[in-house]
């Protein structure tokens, strides 16, 4: 059980947007500590894809956004690409001393 | 090129012990905090431990408290992961990452896969 809450899956057709959520707590996402996501494609490491909700390192397309709500934090994928066919992971700071993990979420790319 | 090298897994017995390493080259070693993640055969990411700039502060998850001693050598720019007692459960490929604690891990290592089997 992580303590960060993603869907296990998401699709989407070539060209559409999708959004993959990020479900946290007020010792978490609610205290106010950042949220930061990576991309994970098949039999890789992980790469981040986003710091601090919306901040995108370099080389990482404008297609991917982020955001954040509340207790919540949300990775928006735009112009969906075959590419982009990957697991996706949101990590945050959590007050209990502790960098956690969301599940992850597969995203298929239809 | 910045750049995280992890080695030293492998198969082990359960009750065994490993010691994993991770080279880093292309930047200031010294000057990050560095910290361990795993990631079990078809799961997701589960972090483990992390270790301060001169080594004098360490976290450990409590799935490996006690079993588990982080270090870093930064005269030769290498972490340490040293596992003990090890569990079935611990079977899973570990990665090494660069960044502050609470902030984001932007350099990966490849992974080490660590295998607890008899």
């Known amino acids: 059980q992580s303590v960060l809450t993603q869907p296990p899956s998401v699709s989407g057709a070539p060209g559409q947007r999708v959004t993959i959520s990020c479900t946290g707590s007020?010792?978490?996402?609610?205290?106010?500590?950042?949220v930061h996501w990576y991309q994970q494609l098949p039999g890789t490491a992980p790469k981040l894809l986003m710091y601090?909700?919306?901040n995108r390192p370099s080389g990482v397309p404008d297609r991917f956004s982020g955001s954040k709500s509340g207790t919540s934090a949300s990775l928006a994928i735009t112009g969906l690409q075959a590419e982009d066919e990957a697991d996706y992971y949101c990590?945050?700071?959590?007050?209990?001393?502790?960098?956690?993990f969301g599940g992850g979420t597969k995203l298929t790319v239809l | 090129e910045v750049q995280l090298v992890e080695s030293g897994g492998g198969l082990v017995q359960p009750g065994g012990s490993l010691r994993l390493s991770c080279a880093a080259s292309?930047?200031?070693?010294?000057?990050?905090?560095m910290h361990w993640v795993r990631q079990a055969p078809g799961k997701g990411l589960e972090y483990v431990s992390a270790?301060?700039?001169?080594?004098?502060?360490?976290y450990y998850a409590n799935s490996v408290k006690g079993r588990f001693t982080i270090s870093r050598d930064n005269f030769k720019n290498t972490l340490y992961l040293q596992m003990g007692s090890l569990r079935a459960e611990d079977m899973a490929v570990y990665y090494c990452?660069?960044?502050?604690?609470?902030?984001?891990?932007?350099?990966w290592g490849q992974g080490t896969m660590v295998t607890v089997s008899s």
């Open positions: 007020s010792s978490n996402i609610g205290a106010g500590y950042d």
């Open positions: 270790i301060s700039t001169n080594g004098g502060s360490t």
């Open positions: 990452a660069r960044g502050p604690v609470i902030g984001a891990f932007d350099i």
């Open positions: 601090g909700y919306s």
């Open positions: 990590q945050s700071y959590d007050s209990s001393l502790s960098v956690v």
């Open positions: 292309g930047f200031t070693f010294s000057s990050y905090t």
